[in-house]
């Protein structure tokens, strides 16, 4: 784990670097990101990589956003609900300012050419490798199953949706660098033993420390402690009401003693942009209800704007489709030309001319 702890560290130390080129020359990068339709976006998602996205694209970053569907039964057996997330992640993405001009959005089922290039990327790749990457083995043991083939190779599928479209930069979250520095080692093998084809991407990580769910764990959909994008003020309110905090009066941020009660504050602080310990201040002894009704107020006053057109967007279904549909067309075509050069650099095109 700390080797872990140093390349993170390692990566966070070059990215105002990073962040100068970007700023400098935008028009050199590509970016590829993606999500994993499990569930619907929460709060956690839009600061830690829905706004960084669009900030991205505004500053002129080409940029390619995948829903991850094959990725969904990585760790399960069925992907009960695809259809949905996939849906309400994309409204989410449009809601959020991505825009479908200037951004491709589109998902792996629809990309064979895509899909097709982990076989020569799983040539390159040994099983010792596989089996060392930190993210697979946490991933393995949260889902209580055995390991499957697809558990295993993932990263280097992951590979394929960074490599296909050539993308140099990856914004993700620090629990991703494993499969980033795997894809690094795909692209230098693939073009060592047989032509120059594929850059070797960069994360982009950013340093907004990961945001709590209402319980003070990790947020996710399954352990019911997230705010999703798509819920009404009431549903937040309701969910907030839920939240486990202490009998405390006095209000103090103590993410170590007071894990409920430091969630909130933390959540209405990023809502507010300001400091936990100020809103705890501010509170003072007026309890776990003056902490609730804070954090609602925060929380739904910020999102007002992104549900009002995420409203506006949901109302035309056909709309959010032909945004996939439009997406998934620019991703096969970039991933077609990519696996032709790759069959050519490996002296599989037979047909002749191509
Ligand atoms: N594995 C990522 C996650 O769980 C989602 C993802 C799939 C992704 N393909 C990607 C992220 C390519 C970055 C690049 O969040």
């Known amino acids: 784990m700390d080797s872990y702890m140093d390349s993170f560290n ?114 390159l790749v040994t099983e010792a490798e596989l089996h060392r990457n930190p993210t697979v083995k946490s991933e393995l043991a949260a889902s209580g199953r055995a390991l499957s083939g697809l558990l295993l190779t993932y990263p280097v599928h992951q590979a394929a949706d960074i490599l296909f479209c050539k993308g140099n930069l990856v914004p993700v979250g620090k629990d991703q660098l494993p499969h980033i520095e795997q894809t690094r080692v795909i692209a230098r093998r693939f073009n060592e033993r047989y032509a120059a084809v594929f850059p070797e991407p960069e994360a982009l990580v950013n340093e907004t420390p990961e945001l709590p769910g209402l319980d003070g764990r990790k947020m996710s959909k399954s352990y019911g402690n997230a705010i999703q994008l798509a819920m009404s003020a009431d549903e937040t309110a309701q969910a907030v009401r839920r939240a486990r905090t202490d009998s405390e009066r006095l209000i103090t941020f103590d993410p170590e003693r007071r894990p409920g009660v430091s969630a909130l504050l933390t959540t209405a602080s990023v809502c507010t942009g300001r400091t936990p310990e100020e809103l705890a201040a501010e509170i003072g002894d007026g309890g776990s209800a003056v902490l609730k009704r804070i954090t609602t107020e925060a929380v739904n006053e910020f999102l007002a704007a992104h549900r009002r057109r995420r409203a506006e967007i949901a109302a035309d279904p056909a709309y959010v489709v032909q945004v996939l549909r439009a997406g998934n067309a620019r991703a096969r075509e970039i991933a077609d030309a990519t696996l032709t050069e790759v069959r050519r650099a490996m002296g599989m095109v037979y047909e002749g001319g191509q």
């Open 10 to 123: 390692a990566t966070l130390s070059r990215m105002p670097a990073l962040e100068h080129r970007i700023a400098e020359r935008p028009g050199e990068f590509r970016i590829l990101t993606g999500d994993r339709p499990t569930g619907l976006l929460h709060l956690g998602h839009y600061f830690g990589t829905l706004r960084e996205r669009v900030r991205l694209q505004d500053a002129g970053v080409d940029t390619f956003v995948l829903v991850a569907d094959y990725q969904v039964i990585t760790d399960r057996e069925h992907a009960a609900g695809v259809t949905r997330h996939v849906h309400e992640a994309i409204v989410d993405y449009l809601a959020a300012g991505l825009d479908p001009a200037r951004s491709t959005v589109f998902v792996h089922s629809a990309v064979p050419e895509l899909n097709q290039l982990m076989l020569p990327f799983l040539s």
